[in-house]
């Protein structure tokens, strides 16, 4: 997906790289939205807040995404918030 195509490459370049995820939990599907102003990417997430449910989707989606596995993708702050800190390493 070409939102994410430059954290992608500093990710190769950097071997981690760190952005804010708009998490927007229940959505009938899980998909990148759009990139806001405040540099956050809003992402819609097909499962309930609820019981770290949408976290792991989360996850899994951005793991799928960056082509890594998800023991790569670390949500560093925010795990109970919709705006999350999110570390990707190589």
């Known amino acids: 997906?070409?939102?994410f195509d430059a954290?992608?490459?500093?990710l190769v370049v950097r071997g981690s790289v760190r952005f804010y995820?708009?998490?927007?939990?229940?959505?009938?599907?899980?998909k990148a939205m759009e990139h806001m102003?405040?540099?956050?990417?809003?992402i819609a997430i097909a499962a309930p807040p609820e019981g770290g449910k949408a976290n792991a989707a989360l996850i899994k989606f951005l793991a799928q995404e960056f082509e890594v596995p998800a023991s790569n993708v670390q949500?560093?702050?925010g795990q109970t918030a919709r705006m999350k800190l999110?570390?990707?390493?190589f």
């Open 1 to 3: 997906m070409r939102m």
């Open 7 to 10: 954290l992608k490459s500093e």
């Open 21 to 30: 995820v708009r998490a927007r939990p229940g959505a009938p599907e899980t």
């Open 37 to 42: 102003d405040d540099d956050s990417i809003k």
């Open 75 to 77: 949500i560093v702050s």
């Open 86 to 89: 999110v570390q990707i390493s």
